[in-house]
């Protein structure tokens, strides 16, 4: 069965920088596109940026664009998100989504909660 | 970008029939998707492409609407679908409702 097995919880300074995993299995990696959603405490879903496992192409929404790093390792079936220069305001809970083209995310990542304090 | 406006909360009791709205800024053909989320849980999809059932996913739950206007019907409603319920477009990039909290009377 499609499973996205994402890195554990995170505690980060101000200013550093964290780097977290999604591991696919149970389909061709390579298939499908990865994106990542950012969910603040007690909010909403923001869309982050998507990364093309096959082409490693990728795509940020604008105001992810400097803060955001996708990459993937394809003979792991692994995805990559590393989020710079840490604020307060990037802490929240991270995921991975697989996206069913041209619709929806199909199956989620349980979730990378990310905390920033010094 | 693409805004979703969703009422934030509703209360029903066990048996009822509830109707969660999504409204679109602008027009998303019927490239809108509905998520469960319960607490500590990652997002669940229940309907995508305005309408479609997602694998797995009881049938008391529906989904209808196109352009602006969008639903999630749940008839009728168990107690097991406290949840919060998002709705996402991805015809313009992917954006999201800001959630409705389903309680239970």
């Known amino acids: 069965q499609v499973k996205l097995l994402q890195s554990g919880a995170a505690l980060v300074k101000p200013g550093d920088s964290v780097k977290m995993s999604c591991k696919a299995s149970?389909?061709?990696?390579?298939?499908?596109?990865i994106h990542w959603v950012k969910q603040s405490h007690g909010k909403s879903l923001e869309w982050i940026g998507f990364?093309?496992?096959?082409?490693?192409?990728?795509n940020y929404n604008e105001q992810f664009k400097r803060k955001a790093t996708l990459t993937v390792d394809k003979s792991s079936s692994t995805a990559y998100m590393e989020f710079s220069r840490l604020t307060s305001e990037d802490s929240a809970i991270y995921y991975c989504?697989?996206?069913?083209?041209?619709?929806?995310?199909?199956?989620w990542g349980q979730g990378v909660m990310v905390t920033v304090s010094s | 970008d693409t805004v979703l406006t969703q009422s934030p909360a509703l209360a029903v009791s066990p048996g009822e029939r509830v109707s969660i709205s999504c409204r679109a800024s602008?027009?998303?053909?019927?490239?809108m998707h509905w998520y469960q989320q319960k607490p500590g849980q990652q997002p669940r999809l229940l309907i995508y492409k305005a309408s479609n059932l997602a694998s797995g996913v009881p049938a008391r739950f529906s989904g209808s609407g196109s352009g602006t206007d969008f639903t999630l019907t749940i008839d009728p409603v168990e107690a097991d679908d406290t949840a919060t319920y998002f709705c996402?477009?991805?015809?313009?990039?992917?954006?999201f409702g800001g959630g409705t909290k389903l309680e239970l009377k």
């Open positions: 996402q477009q991805s015809l313009n990039d992917w954006t």
């Open positions: 990364i093309n496992p096959y082409s490693g192409g990728t």
């Open positions: 149970g389909y061709t990696f390579t298939d499908y596109i």
């Open positions: 602008e027009g998303v053909n019927s490239y």
């Open positions: 989504a697989r996206w069913q083209q041209p619709y929806c995310f199909d199956y």
